[in-house]
């Protein structure tokens, strides 16, 4: 057990729809870090978030969008879904914020039909 | 534009030597990462090299080499449980500070 946990587990929902995943980084931690992980083109990163604030970006789409809250947890929206956004969804949390050590929650696997 | 490059898979016996290596074509080179990823697991952290040389952790060490753009991964002693994919991930682009990860290497480790 990493300390980061995600929710859901698990989502399930249709193209065109719109969803939130959340993550709560280990206790201590300032950075979160979102990344998608599909079949065909591995782990990608996406975004930092540190002490609330954007960090570094990376090949994130226009249709997704990502908070990092006061208590440090964050979420990621993802609009406007197509097939292709069918993945695993894993956030990472580290201390500081030039990524050191991160230590990934369980993920999220999103299913779009 | 920025690469990885890995071996896709690799087999190795159990209680023996195996290197993964990893070379990577990137922007303002800030540091690079290992991580082993068990199937329908989260990756988790190996080690993380900024300057050239060797970093012994137990039975893993990796190796950096700036200047040719290459690193390796060495696992001693191989277990089984030691078959997963070993992520190789460059930090790079400066103070814009990206990262970018590899394909893996799918490791198998055979009695």
């Known amino acids: 057990d990493s300390g980061v946990t995600q929710t859901p587990k698990h989502l399930i929902t249709a193209t065109g729809q719109r969803v939130t995943l959340r993550c709560s980084p280990r206790?201590?931690?300032?950075?979160v870090y979102w990344y998608q992980q599909s079949l065909d083109q591995g782990l990608q990163f996406l975004i930092q978030y540190y002490n609330g604030e954007e960090r570094a970006k990376g090949n994130i789409l226009e249709r997704f969008s990502a908070q990092q809250f006061p208590d440090l947890h964050s979420e990621l929206n993802l609009s406007s879904l197509e097939l292709g956004d069918s993945a695993l969804y894993f956030c990472a949390s580290s201390v500081g914020k030039e990524y050191n050590e991160q230590f990934f929650g369980p993920g999220t696997r999103l299913t779009v039909l | 534009g920025q690469n990885i490059d890995q071996p896709t898979e690799m087999t190795a016996t159990e209680g023996a030597i195996v290197q993964i290596n990893c070379t990577y074509q990137t922007s303002g080179f800030n540091g690079l990462f290992w991580y082993q990823q068990h199937a329908g697991e989260a990756p988790t952290f190996l080690s993380y090299?900024?300057?050239?040389g060797l970093e012994e952790k137990g039975r893993f060490s990796s190796f950096l080499s700036r200047s040719k753009g290459y690193s390796y991964l060495l696992l001693k002693e191989l277990q089984m449980k030691d078959s997963a994919s070993y992520l190789c991930a460059v930090r790079y682009g400066g103070a814009t500070n990206k990262l970018i990860f590899g394909t893996g290497t799918l490791l198998a480790v055979q009695p």
């Open positions: 090299n900024v300057l050239d």
């Open positions: 206790s201590g931690d300032l950075s």
